[in-house]
């Protein structure tokens, strides 16, 4: 890799972060639900490249003790405070290395994690990234490659832009933040009764750029090489190297039965295949980031054109539903659920899915009138913010007076609500939220 990337993570460490929807136990749900049978969370070999200092593979071995991680990254002086935070968990190392030479040997891994990699390097480190995930996934194994995708990513290209004309406006280092920062502010002041097509799009990506802190401004928004890609791109680059693409871990970004009729309709053509369809998707919804997962070639005939509701029963479910009235008991006409605080909310969630309710809340509501999903969602309200195996639920669910749906059918409906991000599905137990770093 290029000197000019590596002196920027050896002279500003990236920020330690943590990213719960990148746990072993949501991501080997994931690829469960899309056909593929890799071993459990709990025992996996676990790949991080690009780990940073660690946190997130701290998390995942604490959290996993019969789990076993490797993370790798390629500046010196991250690996070195990585080891440092490390001290003490046996199930997790650490390698300094560059993706174009990295030497693993004969190791294998039941998952590969390659997280804020592939927008920020060069062709030749991009090409060497699905190398090493072909070279090393595991038969049965699932890899996730996330990137900043077009179209959605095209307006944050152009704000990085902008910063840097600042930038060689004042004459200053490509690292320095501070003008670059400074720039957004005036444009937000600008913004300021801008009645445009494009003004509300603008307005949550200067939101979203002015809430980073420095250090994260600068390697997300400044780094010498930022290059968005389209989901086709993404799945040329993975073929070159006999991985196939399986779904992103975001159910509704792959579930063409989530969106509106009127876009299921346009991708039903008989000359239309899947992975063109994921792509005009993206267009429909501006989409900026994806989080893919991918298997070795010979894996993907299991792989459907949607998640299957046979596949949820074995799975864990941790729901962020609540009954608006606590009385509500199973058998009612139905029953309304809302959102707690903290419940995650995506503005190309709530935009597809045509919700009535303000992007900008962290409350949306949900009406349920089987009076079996409202005895499940109501056993996991009593239980929140724990977790449950969703065979369980089902079982005590049975009897409840009331009409009363299939467990395919309610497997179905579970499946629309973590499309909606109302629940969450994990493989095993659902983590615990990690600690502050």
């Known amino acids: 890799m290029s000197d000019p990337i590596r002196a920027c993570y050896e002279a500003v460490h990236y920020p330690a972060l943590t990213h719960p929807q990148l746990h072993p136990a949501r991501l080997l749900a994931s690829a469960r639900l899309w056909g593929l049978d890799p071993p459990p969370a709990a025992r996996a070999r676990m790949l991080d490249l690009g780990c940073g200092t660690g946190a997130q593979l701290r998390w995942v071995a604490q959290s996993l003790p019969g789990s076993r991680c490797l993370g790798v990254d390629l500046a010196e002086t991250q690996i070195r405070e990585a080891r440092r935070r490390a001290a003490g968990i046996d199930n997790l190392r650490f390698a300094c290395a560059d993706l174009t030479g990295l030497d693993l040997g004969d190791q294998v891994f039941d998952l590969i994690i390659a997280h804020g990699v592939l927008t920020w390097v060069p062709d030749a480190v991009k090409d060497a990234l699905f190398a090493t995930v072909a070279r090393h996934l595991a038969p049965g194994g699932v890899a996730m490659v996330s990137y900043n995708c ?13 910063m840097q004309m600042e930038q060689e406006r004042l004459g200053l280092a490509p690292g320095d933040v501070g003008a670059a920062a400074a720039m957004l502010e005036v444009l937000d002041t600008g913004m300021d009764g801008l009645d445009l097509p494009h003004a509300d799009l603008l307005r949550q990506q200067l939101l979203r750029l002015r809430a980073k802190p420095p250090d994260l401004l600068r390697h997300d928004e400044l780094d010498p090489v930022y290059e968005p890609l389209y989901l086709l791109e993404a799945l040329q680059l993975a073929r070159g190297h006999s991985l196939a693409y399986v779904a992103d871990t975001d159910l509704l970004a792959d579930w063409l039965a989530c969106y509106p009729q009127s876009c299921r309709q346009a991708f039903a053509r008989p000359d239309m295949d899947r992975f063109r369809a994921l792509q005009y998707a993206d267009f429909l919804a501006n989409r900026a980031f994806r989080h893919s997962l991918f298997c070795r ?31 509500a008991r199973p058998g009612a ?87 909606k991000g109302m629940i969450e599905l994990c493989d095993g137990p659902c983590p615990a939220p990690p600690d502050p770093d």
């Open 150 to 162: 077009l179209p959605g990513a095209q307006l944050r290209e152009a704000l990085r832009m902008l």
């Open 297 to 327: 070639a010979e894996a993907a005939g299991a792989v459907p054109a949607a998640p299957d509701p046979a596949r949820v029963p074995p799975l864990s479910l941790r729901s962020y539903l609540e009954p608006i009235d606590t009385g």
């Open 333 to 419: 006409a139905r029953i309304a659920f809302r959102t707690r605080a903290g419940c995650p909310v995506d503005a190309n969630r709530a935009a597809l899915l045509q919700s009535q309710a303000d992007q900008g809340t962290q409350t949306r509501e949900v009406g349920v009138k089987d009076a079996r999903m409202q005895a499940l969602l109501l056993r996991c309200a009593e239980r929140c913010p724990g977790a449950a195996h969703i065979g369980g639920l089902l079982n005590e669910a049975d009897g409840v007076g009331g009409a009363a749906d299939t467990d395919t059918a309610l497997c179905s409906g579970l499946l629309r609500l973590a499309s």
